[in-house]
T-cell receptor, first 113, second 115 residues
């Protein structure tokens, strides 16, 4: 199994631009999570899906952030417009029914200039 | 308001000795605790977990201890190896209301094991 796949691995953009991060979860996993890691706030959950349906988006920082999961094998996290304070590493994770089972992708390092 | 705290940003130990990483939590509703390990440029990987009905869980060189009254858990690595050098995250979740899978993470502790 290839594990959770994220693209791009690195993204550098200018303030005001739209950014789209992509995630392919592990096949058969029902849960998909988006996390953000920053020095100030550590690793924080933004949103998670169960069977492609958003369950909890209370961690999404503001309306500039949106996430979709159109099917079981693909999810996107979009930031529009992007701001320098959005610079962080964004992780996608997927999991099954067990509480131990969150498998993380390698992350996307986003830099907004 | 940090509900999961790892107060030591870094820890350095000698190979072969014990590494003890600590974690405190404030939310008494948390009933499941996990440790993740993270190498640079990789995502966190699950290491070991413990349910609140237990006070100890062991897996090879890794043991997690839970003290519910103190709202404190610790990860012991014995013996420590240079390959254990990584950032260790403590995480917690609570059952019910769809929160089973909602992990709250600490900020991590960088462990360096010196040969």
């Amino acid at each position: 199994d290839a594990g959770v796949i994220q693209s791009p691995r690195h993204e550098v953009t200018e303030m005001g631009q739209e950014v789209t991060l992509r995630c392919k979860p592990i096949s058969g996993h029902d849960y998909l999570f988006w996390y953000r890691q920053t020095m100030m706030r550590g690793l924080e959950l933004l949103i998670y899906f169960n069977n492609n349906v958003p369950i909890d988006d209370s961690g999404m920082p503001e309306d500039r952030f949106s996430a979709k999961m159109p099917n079981a094998s693909f999810s996107t996290l979009k930031i529009q417009p992007s701001e320098p304070r959005d610079s962080a590493v964004y992780f996608c994770a997927s999991g099954g029914e067990g509480r131990d089972e969150q498998f993380f992708g390698p992350g996307t390092r986003l830099t907004v200039l | 308001d940090q509900q999961v705290k790892q107060n030591s940003p870094s820890l350095s130990v000698q190979e072969g000795r014990i590494s003890i990483l600590n974690c405190d939590y404030t939310n008494s509703m948390f009933d499941y605790f996990l440790w993740y390990k993270k190498y640079p440029a990789e995502g966190p990987t699950f290491l070991i977990s413990i349910s609140s009905i237990k006070d100890k869980n062991e897996d090879g060189r890794f043991t997690v201890f839970l003290n519910k009254s103190a709202k404190h858990l610790s990860l012991h690595i014995v013996p420590s190896q240079p390959g254990d050098s990584a950032v260790y995250f403590c995480a917690a979740s609570r059952v019910g209301g769809g929160s089973n899978y909602k992990l709250t993470f600490g900020k991590g502790t960088l462990l360096t094991v010196n040969p």
